[in-house]
């Protein structure tokens, strides 16, 4: 960011300070005092379980020359500027749009149930290769995050790529009318976040108020095979791109193959048919790509770009990440989780090649926030991975999880290839032992589980020895 004078901050939160400190010149805007650089801003946040107007000592250590805050403590250093506002979150947004209407490059705005980390890093793949611009790191995506995104970036950067959650009515809205994108996209609508958000419904008209903010002249790139979030965002009066797999959309992916090296398919637009790969796993990949292929042709690039930068792009951690070590293969899918991605991991693993002794293991776990849904999905997903996958184990984490067990038995599964774990610590000193030579192993639960942990110790024991 260009260096702001904290006058101009002042207004831009509507808070109050002292005259001597409209002279600063803010050059970092910082919410962690582990992470403090020098002339930041120090904004102190308070959540459930911590309250940073208490770090106002280490912030002023650290690097800080002016804090915004709603309150003063006592333990605050009596030569720090504090900028005094009602709410520091409200003012942490406001600043952001501030910031965000000195950007000369296009924002990019990327929603929807599924997909949007992984969608945001094909988007980055493609455009790094002949624009300067960033994108936010890790799933920067709520009131906090999309403003952390939003101030770093040079203000003559060519573009910045932001992603946009949810988990309750309106978070949606209020973040793109912060961040007013002159690019959307909306990947897909899937069962996510149903306790603040009701139903599949309640969540298209949440993911569909992404236009909110939007730039009227911009556009608006949707997964087109969803009719009903299509209705939802008509009343955008910009540009409209549809993606998808049914062959109305604008831009179509077809025969779609799947395979350890990533996913080849048939893209086929308003120009021409080309074979498109992309070094990420999953059938949903495709999906993903053409909306990245659609964000990149209204920045101008050409198709022979665009297909040559996907084919070298790279996902984040822990989204179907393949890794093999000693015999076996690790497809990392430990992130999050909800009842659409569940099956999408449960999918590719099956669609993998296995060696002649190996298995196709699926290490599943909780899936969390679908409120009064959560024994429907996750019975959903038992009788899905025993009725349509060809998995010769499944081992299931959790409480929730419980209930995958047990419709997976029920819907014909083997009692011997299906096992339960009720937490993390006991699935990461068992799982590990029962892992042979040749095994194929997907990893996928919701984040909070820390499904990881298991993925950890099954690295560490099949780096020093592996059970044959």
Same mark, same amino acid.
């Given at each position: 960011?260009?260096?702001?004078?904290?006058?101009?901050?002042?207004?831009?939160?509507?808070?109050?300070?002292?005259?001597?400190?409209?002279?600063?010149?803010?050059?970092?805007?910082?919410?962690?005092?582990?992470?403090?650089?020098?002339?930041?801003?120090?904004?102190?946040?308070?959540?459930?379980?911590?309250?940073?107007?208490?770090?106002?000592?280490?912030?002023?250590?650290?690097?800080?020359?002016?804090?915004?805050?709603?309150?003063?403590?006592?333990?605050?250093?009596?030569?720090?500027?504090?900028?005094?506002?009602?709410?520091?979150?409200?003012?942490?947004?406001?600043?952001?749009?501030?910031?965000?209407?000195?950007?000369?490059?296009?924002?990019?705005?990327?929603?929807?149930?599924?997909?949007?980390?992984?969608?945001?890093?094909?988007?980055?793949?493609?455009?790094?290769?002949?624009?300067?611009?960033?994108?936010?790191?890790?799933?920067?995506?709520?009131?906090?995050?999309?403003?952390?995104?939003?101030?770093?970036?040079?203000?003559?950067?060519?573009?910045?790529?932001?992603?946009?959650?949810?988990?309750?009515?309106?978070?949606?809205?209020?973040?793109?009318? &912060?961040?007013?994108?002159?690019?959307?996209?909306?990947?897909?609508?899937?069962?996510?976040?149903?306790?603040?958000?009701?139903?599949?419904?309640?969540?298209?008209?949440?993911?569909?108020?992404?236009?909110?903010?939007?730039?009227?002249?911009?556009?608006?790139?949707?997964?087109?095979?969803?009719?009903?979030?299509?209705?939802?965002?008509?009343?955008?009066?910009?540009?409209?791109?549809?993606?998808?797999?049914?062959?109305?959309?604008?831009?179509?992916?077809?025969?779609?193959?799947?395979?350890?090296?990533?996913?080849?398919?048939?893209?086929?637009?308003?120009?021409?048919?080309?074979?498109?790969?992309?070094?990420?796993?999953?059938?949903?990949?495709?999906?993903?790509?053409?909306?990245?292929?659609?964000?990149?042709?209204?920045?101008?690039?050409?198709?022979?770009?665009?297909?040559?930068?996907?084919?070298?792009?790279?996902?984040?951690?822990?989204?179907?990440?393949?890794?093999?070590?000693?015999?076996?293969?690790?497809?990392?899918?430990?992130?999050?989780?909800?009842?659409?991605? &569940?099956?999408?991991?449960?999918?590719?693993?099956?669609?993998?090649?296995?060696?002649?002794?190996?298995?196709?293991?699926?290490?599943?776990?909780?899936?969390?926030?679908?409120?009064?849904?959560?024994?429907?999905?996750?019975?959903?997903?038992?009788?899905?991975?025993?009725?349509?996958?060809?998995?010769?184990?499944?081992?299931?984490?959790?409480?929730?999880?419980?209930?995958?067990?047990?419709?997976?038995?029920?819907?014909?599964?083997?009692?011997?290839?299906?096992?339960?774990?009720?937490?993390?610590?006991?699935?990461?000193?068992?799982?590990?032992?029962?892992?042979?030579?040749?095994?194929?192993?997907?990893?996928?639960?919701?984040?909070?589980?820390?499904?990881?942990?298991?993925?950890?110790?099954?690295?560490?024991?099949?780096?020093?020895?592996?059970?044959?």
């Amino acid at each position: 960011m260009n260096p702001l004078p904290v006058r101009e901050i002042i207004q831009a939160v509507a808070g109050t300070a002292s005259d001597a400190a409209g002279d600063l010149l803010i050059r970092a805007i910082c919410t962690d005092t582990r992470a403090m650089k020098r002339d930041s801003l120090f904004i102190a946040i308070k959540g459930d379980n911590f309250d940073a107007h208490e770090k106002l000592v280490e912030a002023r250590k650290g690097g800080a020359v002016a804090a915004v805050v709603e309150r003063v403590p006592d333990s605050a250093p009596l030569d720090f500027p504090l900028i005094r506002v009602k709410d520091t979150r409200r003012a942490m947004g406001a600043l952001a749009t501030h910031i965000r209407k000195h950007l000369a490059g296009k924002v990019i705005a990327v929603g929807g149930s599924n997909g949007k980390t992984s969608t945001k890093y094909l988007i980055q793949s493609v455009l790094e290769l002949r624009l300067v611009g960033s994108f936010s790191p890790k799933s920067f995506n709520n009131d906090i995050g999309v403003p952390l995104a939003i101030f770093p970036p040079d203000p003559s950067d060519d573009y910045l790529i932001l992603e946009i959650g949810t988990n309750h009515p309106g978070e949606i809205a209020a973040l793109s009318r &912060m961040s007013l994108p002159d690019i959307a996209v909306i990947t897909c609508i899937a069962a996510e976040h149903l306790e603040g958000l009701g139903d599949i419904d309640g969540v298209r008209r949440e993911e569909a108020d992404l236009i909110a903010g939007l730039n009227p002249k911009g556009t608006l790139i949707v997964n087109g095979d969803d009719d009903k979030i299509l209705h939802l965002v008509s009343s955008f009066p910009g540009k409209t791109i549809t993606f998808g797999l049914a062959p109305d959309n604008d831009l179509v992916a077809s025969d779609i193959e799947c395979t350890e090296a990533g996913v080849r398919f048939r893209f086929t637009g308003d120009r021409d048919e080309r074979d498109v790969f992309v070094p990420m796993l999953g059938k949903h990949v495709a999906c993903n790509a053409l909306a990245a292929i659609a964000v990149a042709r209204e920045m101008n690039l050409s198709d022979d770009d665009i297909i040559a930068a996907l084919a070298q792009a790279h996902g984040p951690d822990m989204r179907l990440q393949l890794e093999k070590i000693n015999g076996l293969t690790l497809l990392n899918d430990a992130y999050n989780a909800n009842p659409a991605s &569940m099956k999408a991991a449960l999918e590719t693993v099956c669609a993998l090649p296995i060696s002649r002794r190996g298995r196709r293991i699926a290490i599943v776990g909780d899936m969390r926030e679908l409120g009064a849904h959560t024994e429907r999905y996750h019975r959903e997903a038992g009788e899905f991975a025993a009725s349509q996958t060809n998995l010769d184990v499944l081992i299931c984490v959790g409480p929730n999880a419980r209930l995958i067990a047990e419709a997976a038995r029920a819907a014909g599964m083997p009692a011997t290839s299906i096992r339960q774990y009720d937490d993390i610590a006991s699935a990461a000193r068992s799982v590990p032992q029962t892992l042979k030579k040749g095994d194929l192993v997907l990893f996928k639960a919701s984040r909070s589980l820390q499904l990881e942990t298991v993925v950890k110790a099954v690295q560490e024991k099949k780096a020093s020895k592996l059970a044959s």
